[in-house]
């Protein structure tokens, strides 16, 4: 067996979260999308007839007829299937996925501030609204947001689940950091005194013993024009 | 017992997923927040220390100790303990939540239509970006999406899970055209002979016995300047 991981190719993106899952607990997958010969097989898959059709990748395909889409579905399948990445009780199933979902939304909120108009359209032609939509977010969303995982951590511990060990979301978190200090460098190291919670989450995340193989390997794709991209126009200390 | 649902008054918003839920199931449920007296209950409720803080509103509180967040997880919450409103197996379970996520991602592009910069900020002060965003929009994203759920009921028949009966996802794609058609009345009237059978769909929602009483309702909250946003120069006819 094995799970069938689609995803574009060459960039982390949004398959990241779930790749992060799959290699932290050492579940076997394919990396379905070629690495260098374009996106052309995804575009055919996603376009094939099927019960259960992704609207997007990433999406995982597990058996013939059943495929399983949106990222933070993806991980909330793979903890039902593999309890060591996921709480196993009922509230903390559903406590790790809003997690899940908040951080999804961030990551949106964190593209758009690069493509406020049109995600059809190039960065070059949106720059000045970009500049615009990247202050508030700059000023505002991301404190606000690093503000309630720092929050949750302050309750929970070191792990956002609580507990002892690390699930999928503390891995997610721990991307979204990364992303977020390759975008906004500046703005994250003003503000990394005021969330050291989070940061320190980050840094245990980074020094699991389970992830170092992956870390250090090619499949974990550096940052480059995906979903965080960093241009020193929309960064700023404030 | 019956749950509590806290979200914002006096706008349908993301809550109103949750709600038409509860009321097509005759889940019983209290409605936690003043309709008139603002939201200052909803917003100390927000800041209270919780092991579960929810990051923004929708949220119901099952019990003491368990609240579940995002709008899309309280569906999932109440599908698995409600199971008339959702499929019983994993598959089925899985397919109508990541519908239902796409659904709300189609609806967070839809509220930046208005506000593609900063939410913070007026929409008059941001008027000429939103009239760029509309029309990548209205041209684009609103075909796909609805092209995604025209190509999901050929293949599953009158309803989304597929089957005799509507699941919570129904209600929610049902609530979403409500909404693209009080926004954008023009291009929704242009479009609706290529998305025949979503439009089905929704007047098929819409007639179900088990909502008329709350569709003629006064918790049936109007759309006004909430996620969905009536601009008349923000529609067009492409």
Chains 1, 2 share one sequence.
């Not at 007829?65 to 009780?89: C, D, F, M, W």
């Not at 994250?188 to 170092?212: G, K, N, T």
Request: with cysteine; charged share 25%; hydrophobic share 40%.
């Amino acid at each position: 067996m094995g799970y069938d991981l689609w995803y574009w190719s060459g960039i982390p993106g949004r398959g990241e979260f779930v790749r992060l899952a799959l290699e932290a607990a050492g579940i076997p997958y394919r990396e379905k999308t070629g690495r260098g010969d374009g996106d052309a097989a995804l575009v055919k898959d996603l376009a094939k007839s099927r019960p259960d059709p992704p609207f997007a990748p990433p999406y995982l395909v597990v058996e013939e007829g059943l495929v399983i889409s949106q990222t933070a579905n993806i991980l909330l399948y793979l903890g039902e299937k593999h309890p060591r990445i996921a709480p196993r009780e009922l509230a903390g199933r559903h406590w790790v996925h809003q997690l899940q979902l908040t951080l999804m939304d961030w990551v949106a909120e964190s593209h758009d501030v690069h493509h406020p108009v049109g995600m059809d359209l190039y960065y070059e032609d949106q720059k000045p609204e970009a500049c615009r939509r990247a202050e508030g977010f700059r000023s505002k969303r991301l404190p606000k947001f690093l503000g309630y995982f720092e929050r949750v951590l302050a309750q929970r511990g070191d792990w956002l689940a609580g507990g002892k060990r690390w699930s999928y979301v503390d891995l997610s978190l721990f991307h979204v950091v990364e992303g977020l200090r390759f975008a906004f460098p500046r703005r994250m190291a003003i503000l990394a005194p005021d969330f050291r919670r989070v940061l320190a989450l980050h840094d245990s995340v980074q020094a699991l013993p389970e992830l170092q193989d992956y870390l250090a390997s090619e499949r974990r794709l550096a940052f480059s024009d995906g979903l965080f991209r960093h241009y020193p126009e929309l960064d700023g200390e404030d």
